[in-house]
């Protein structure tokens, strides 16, 4: 038996462009994300992600361009792409004179869980997980910044959406909480094949959770591409790190010896050198060969790549 | 349309109305007020203004603009009776549309404005509920509350009147009698929908609900013209004047809500949000 494998997309935009008076917010942006895709939005403060998203879940219209979501045409049939979108706004945008629960409430029948029954084992099951069990009869106004950011989103998935709109998800949040939304946001991708654009400022979360990402700088589009190759925009020299037992000035010779090597620095922890080569399978076998025909004794060899923070802050700078 | 969609919209708005004091307050105040004023005007204007035997002063114009129906109505009764009669049927009568026209107004102005201050317009209106499913909820919110409101105002109303009038008019009770059951099921809603419909153009272009409270205060002129129009003896709240307004008010309605409902473009709402 033969599976139909089919690249679908979840998500088209083309050319999508937002404009508030002369400002222009959005600028032709297109792109798109593959169902089951974990698609990183990258960028500075007022970069137009909030924007993108915005117009993505028919909040707002765009002044140009196009957009579709699980198929459908975000300005046609706007009403179905809020139906299989699940987002979590950029502001936890709950009623504050409502209970934990009431929200969930009104937000899970609003989304078409009519079902009283079914409903309240959703809601009992999310806040279960949040760890907002307790706090279900409370106001939200009263909750933590963070309780209301997870109640937040625990309202985005509440129907089991299959394409998630998440604007900065674990800003606000614990490093154990944090983590529990890593975690999350993997499992319903790689279990789930949930559709996910992930709106975030910490590129290590983009670097672990995401399939590929978008740098978005003064609303447009600077790269889109793995992590992988968004590194490989930094055209630097290899860089090798060798960490040794001792250090003398005998070891740092023989090492410039070497026929690859550019350039030798001692790092600041005085027995780790930072070699710069021009080839790194041509340069390591004989690095290491001279540091021990010196006498040198070697912990550990690493090349030392180039990170996604690096890249980012050249790729935002050079627009 | 779903209607259950609108009522969930409303039933959400409705248990926050209840737990906001800032707007309920004032609405319930407003019934209690009335049937205060009424009474203690009355016994002022007998105390300060009438002396047995004299004309009744200002109050003669009025009488005299009575239409002929309600000059019927005032033959054969003492100027204290009369006196009584025309303030408690006719004085007050527009009055009374200041109740359903201010309530709805300022809920309305904090369903509307209030929702996009506190920016939870956002996840509503990311949900799948339509504009018009969305409208209606929002304007039912509005208009039942400021219904109720009225109603109990006129029964209570109602009821403070009959005692005076038990006593006035040797037991005789003046209402309900059909002008003011027109005027508080005819033309009282039409009055509180125009309230609505204006808020809600208001609240578009305005960015909190205090703002858009203000503003809707200039909802009042008109309803004042037609308080003193009244005292002044220009306008008689009589059958063809009540049909008249009610006619005039469904006009106004049509117009508003026309208006509203393009001025609340959900995609529109949150980029109008500074
Ligand atoms: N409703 C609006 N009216 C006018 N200008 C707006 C509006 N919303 C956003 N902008 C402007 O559009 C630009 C992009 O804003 P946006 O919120 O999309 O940025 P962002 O990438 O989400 O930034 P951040 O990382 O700070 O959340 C900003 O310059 C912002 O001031
Ligand atoms: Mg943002």
Redesign the pocket.
């Given at each position: 038996m033969v599976r139909k494998v089919s690249i679908v997309s979840a998500v088209q935009a083309a050319g999508l462009t937002?404009r508030?008076?002369s400002?222009t917010?959005?600028d032709h942006l297109s792109f798109e994300i593959r169902e089951g895709e974990v698609f990183g939005l990258l960028?500075?403060?007022?970069?137009?992600?909030?924007?993108?998203?915005?117009m993505l879940a028919c909040l707002?219209s765009p002044s140009e361009g196009s957009a579709s979501v699980g198929g459908y045409d975000t300005s046609k049939d706007s009403l179905k792409v809020r139906e299989i979108v699940g987002i979590l706004t950029?502001n936890p945008s709950l009623y504050e004179k409502l209970t934990v629960y009431e929200n969930m409430d009104f937000f899970a029948e609003a989304y078409g869980l009519s079902d009283a029954q079914e409903r309240s084992s959703r809601i009992r099951e999310l806040l279960e997980f949040f760890r907002l069990r307790d706090r279900k009869n409370e106001k939200v106004a009263k909750l933590s910044k963070g309780m209301k950011q997870k109640l937040a989103i625990a309202r985005a998935i509440v129907h089991n959406p299959p394409i998630l709109f998440l604007?900065?998800p674990t800003t606000g949040l614990d490093p154990e909480s944090a983590k529990g939304i890593r975690d999350l946001i993997e499992g319903l991708s790689a279990q789930e094949k949930r559709t996910i654009l992930l709106?975030t400022?910490r590129l290590e979360d983009a670097e672990k959770l995401c399939n590929r990402m978008m740098i978005?700088n003064k609303?447009k589009s600077v790269i889109v591409g793995t992590a992988e190759q968004l590194r490989s925009t930094i055209d630097s020299a290899p860089l090798l790190r060798v960490v040794l037992k001792g250090m003398n000035q005998r070891i740092i010779e023989a090492v410039r010896g070497v026929r690859h090597v550019r350039d030798v620095n001692v790092e600041n922890s005085a027995s780790n050198l930072i070699v710069t080569v021009d080839d790194l399978a041509a340069a390591t076998p004989e690095v290491v060969r001279n540091v021990v025909q010196a006498g040198g004794e070697v912990l550990s060899v690493n090349p030392i790549q180039p990170s996604l923070e690096e890249a980012y802050l050249k790729l935002v700078k050079a627009e | 349309m779903r209607i259950q969609k609108a009522m969930l919209v409303f039933r959400k708005d409705w248990r926050e109305l209840r737990r906001n004091w800032q707007v309920t307050l004032p609405i319930f105040i407003m019934p209690f007020m009335f049937s205060a004023l009424l009474p203690s005007l009355v016994v002022l204007i007998r105390a300060v203004a009438f002396v047995p035997g004299a004309p009744l002063g200002g109050l003669a114009t009025v009488v005299k603009n009575l239409p002929s129906q309600a000059q019927n109505e005032l033959a054969g009764l003492t100027d204290q009776q009369a006196l009584f009669y025309v303030v408690s049927i006719y004085f007050f009568a527009p009055i009374f549309l200041i109740i359903p026209l201010m309530a709805s107004s300022v809920i309305a102005s904090d369903s509307f404005a209030g929702e996009k201050e506190r920016r939870t317009i956002e996840a509503l209106l990311a949900t799948p509920i339509s504009d018009s499913e969305l409208f209606l909820g929002k304007i039912l919110v509005s208009f039942i509350p400021s219904m109720i409101v009225t109603v109990a105002s006129f029964l209570i109303y109602s009821t403070v009147v009959d005692v005076f009038s038990r006593t006035i008019f040797n037991g005789r009770l003046l209402l309900p009698n059909v002008i003011w059951i027109i005027l508080i099921f005819g033309l009282a809603p039409t009055v509180a929908l125009a309230g609505i419909g204006l808020t809600i153009i208001i609240s578009a272009r305005v960015k909190g609900f205090r703002e858009a409270q203000q503003i809707s205060v200039i909802l009042l002129i008109p309803i004042l013209i037609l308080v003193f129009g009244q005292v002044s003896g220009a306008i008689i709240f009589g059958p063809e004047v009540v049909a008249a307004l009610i006619g005039a008010f469904v006009g106004v309605d049509l117009l508003i809500f026309r208006i509203g409902v393009r001025l609340f473009r959900r995609d529109e709402v949150?980029?109008?949000?500074?």
């Open positions: 937002k508030f008076g400002l917010a959005v960028g500075p403060n007022g970069a137009g992600k909030t924007t993108t998203i915005r707002i950029e604007d900065e709106c400022h978005v609303g | 949150l980029s109008k949000l500074a």
